[in-house]
């Protein structure tokens, strides 16, 4: 019995051996344009890191989590950036995390990009940013640039669009749970997600009793090659924490969203679009539509990576978010037409991970 212990803290290696706790240097409440208060959290650079400049003035990377998830998810990324010198913003969305609850009327992506407005307002008025938006929050940075396009033209130096998709023609409902799932919703509608949720309190007692259940939703919806427990408990807090009438409240938004049009506003600024090729949800299908609208664009795919993929693969996509930053302010400095440049797409392995998993697998056959 004393196995199953040894096996457990030995995944620990694969993901992140410090743990997933982050202390801001300041935590703020933005309240947006319908009186919901924003939970929100700023990291300054680190002292001694590089300061990496942009248009004259430090540069402030904003980053707009997902669907389910909070601000907690990025908590590797924030690390690396503030140690290479950049000022971070993140925040939980409206109902998410720590944030206020929404009306039903306003859980609308549209309502998300007037948010995003709101925190750069609120935590960067000046200077470059860099906007880096996961699944629903890559939905978040298209509102935001179809309602502020001179905002994005004229101060954002770069985007990431990680895991997410512009919508139109292609069906959001599933969130990688099957096609069951996306047929009971579009049936009945989000209406009898929010019945369920009047039972919350019973629904939370049988999360529990089904461990077993939860880690096996959590596994496939979420990744796609070996993590550890702690990672996948780290993840599932998170998505269970979040009401199931919030679920089906954002629903209908996300299913029949359409941001195509809004991408115009990113022409001429450096972007990424990456994508695990084992996601469930957002497949590298869905950027398709990313990448026709995004001249100049590079396309960066994972292997053996799933929705959640900067917490899976955290140094793949850290190294790629910094640079792309470092082609936006070379492009800048060196007065490059980013829309003019040929479209880059890359499928790369995380090396380093499949090392550290060999390591743990050889562990765990030696402890049998």
Do not use: K, N, W, Y
């Given at each position: 019995m004393a196995r199953i212990p040894l096996l457990r803290r030995g995944f620990r290696e694969v993901d992140a051996p410090d743990g997933w706790a982050h202390t801001p240097d300041q935590v703020l409440t933005v309240t947006v344009d319908d009186g919901v208060d924003l939970h929100v959290e700023i990291d300054a650079p680190m002292p001694g890191g590089r300061p990496r400049r942009g248009k004259g003035s430090v540069t402030t990377v904003v980053l707009v989590h997902g669907f389910t998830l909070s601000s907690r998810c990025w908590v590797l990324q924030r690390r690396a950036l503030i140690n290479s010198g950049f000022r971070v913003v993140t925040y939980d969305q409206r109902s998410h995390g720590q944030s206020g609850a929404s009306t039903l009327e306003h859980c609308t992506v549209?309502?998300?990009?007037?948010?995003?407005?709101?925190?750069?307002?609120?935590?960067?008025?000046?200077?470059?940013?860099?906007?880096?938006?996961?699944?629903?929050?890559?939905?978040s940075m298209m509102a935001h640039a179809a309602q502020f396009p001179e905002e994005v033209r004229k101060r954002v130096l770069a985007a990431a669009f990680i895991a997410t998709s512009p919508g139109?023609?292609?069906?959001?409902?599933?969130?990688?749970?099957?096609?069951?799932?996306?047929?009971?919703?579009?049936?009945?509608?989000?209406g009898l997600l929010t019945r369920l949720g009047r039972h919350a309190g019973a629904i939370k007692q049988l999360r529990k009793m089904g461990s077993g259940v939860q880690e096996a939703m959590v596994r496939k919806w979420a990744f796609d090659?070996?993590?550890?427990?702690?990672?996948?408990?780290?993840?599932?807090?998170?998505?269970?924490?979040?009401?199931?009438?919030?679920?089906?409240?954002?629903?209908?938004?996300?299913?029949?969203?359409?941001?195509t049009r809004s991408l115009a506003a990113y022409t001429g600024i450096e972007c990424l679009v990456l994508n695990g090729m084992g996601d469930l949800v957002t497949p590298p299908a869905h950027s398709e539509e990313l990448l026709r609208r995004l001249?100049?664009?590079?396309h960066v795919i994972v292997e053996e990576a799933g929705h959640v993929i900067m917490l899976e693969h955290p140094q793949i996509v850290t190294q790629q978010l910094l640079m792309l930053i470092q082609r936006a302010q070379r492009a800048e400095a060196e007065g490059v037409a980013v829309d003019r440049k040929p479209r880059v797409t890359r499928t790369i392995s995380d090396l380093g991970k499949a090392r550290r998993v060999a390591r743990v697998r050889a562990t765990r056959e030696n402890a049998s």
């Open positions: 549209e309502q998300l990009g007037r948010d995003l407005h709101a925190v750069i307002r609120a935590t960067c008025p000046r200077g470059p940013l860099v906007l880096v938006g996961h699944s629903m929050g890559g939905m139109g023609e292609v069906p959001m409902t599933e969130l990688g749970l099957g096609p069951t799932f996306g047929r009971v919703v579009g049936a009945f509608g989000p090659s070996p993590v550890s427990e702690d990672l996948v408990d780290f993840v599932a807090e998170q998505f269970f924490a979040t009401p199931f009438e919030v679920i089906a409240a954002f629903l209908p938004s996300l299913e029949a969203h359409d941001q001249p100049g664009a590079e």
